[in-house]
């Protein structure tokens, strides 16, 4: 909850600091995972034992454990009034593994969530901040990893997709009126969770759940026409 707090004053903060709306813009953003399935399956390992220490060649190990991947975003917009734009937005907000060990076997899950989106942002005048809103798209694609392949290979695939609501905020940092410049980006996403059994459960029946709330803080490189 706090996590997600900070994100929405992340986005709140781009409210009140002080670009004219560009006429065209593209942004590649990348950063901190935020909540999101993460937050949800650690939890899950905690509740099935899946919690005990290990000792490894690099020292001990305190399970569960989140191995994060790479997340970015993607969004274009366009000017459609003084300070308004239309963007599209996609990208991959999560991404990451979190392992469990209960003393006897690991459990490692792995997922990735693709979101496409698009949305409606206000500018202010004279301000180098934007907020938008808009519905998105979530596919997550989530499986066992047993780092028995060489390929890393998944097994016990899923797939599930879910409909939400997304919150971003961008604020230039500096003038804000170059062609190419630095942002600082977060993005809030909203949307029901996604549940899956799970057969290396103690009874083989439990499902764990996949929150898709949460979201991302970080910087976006973007380039904008004034």
Do not use: C
Not at 42 to 58: A, I, W
């Amino acid at each position: 909850m706090k996590k997600i707090l900070l994100l929405a004053f992340a986005i709140s903060f781009s409210l009140v600091t002080e670009a004219q709306t560009a006429k065209w813009f593209v942004t590649f953003s990348t950063g901190f995972q935020i909540a999101g399935p993460s937050s949800s399956l650690k939890k899950y390992m905690n509740d099935n034992g899946f919690n005990v220490s290990s000792q490894t060649f690099l020292g001990p190990a305190d399970y569960p454990t989140t191995t994060p991947g790479l997340a970015f975003l993607a969004m274009l917009g366009g000017q459609v009034g003084k300070n308004r734009s239309l963007y599209i937005l996609l990208g991959m907000p999560w991404n990451g593994e979190v392992s469990g060990f209960d003393g006897h076997q690991s459990n490692n899950v792995k997922y990735h969530v693709y979101q496409f989106g698009g949305g409606y942002q206000f500018s202010s005048s004279n301000s180098r901040s934007s907020v938008g809103a808009g519905p998105s798209l979530f596919i997550l694609q989530s499986g066992k990893n047993n780092h028995t392949y060489g390929n890393n290979e998944l097994t016990e695939k899923h797939t599930a997709v879910k409909p939400g609501l997304t919150i971003t905020g961008r604020t230039a940092l500096g003038k804000g009126r170059k062609l190419l410049g630095l942002e600082l980006f977060a993005e809030l996403n909203v949307a029901p969770k996604a549940s899956f059994v799970d057969p290396q459960s103690y009874d083989g029946k439990t499902s764990y759940n996949m929150n898709m709330t949460g979201g991302m803080l970080g910087l976006a490189l973007a380039v904008s026409k004034r």
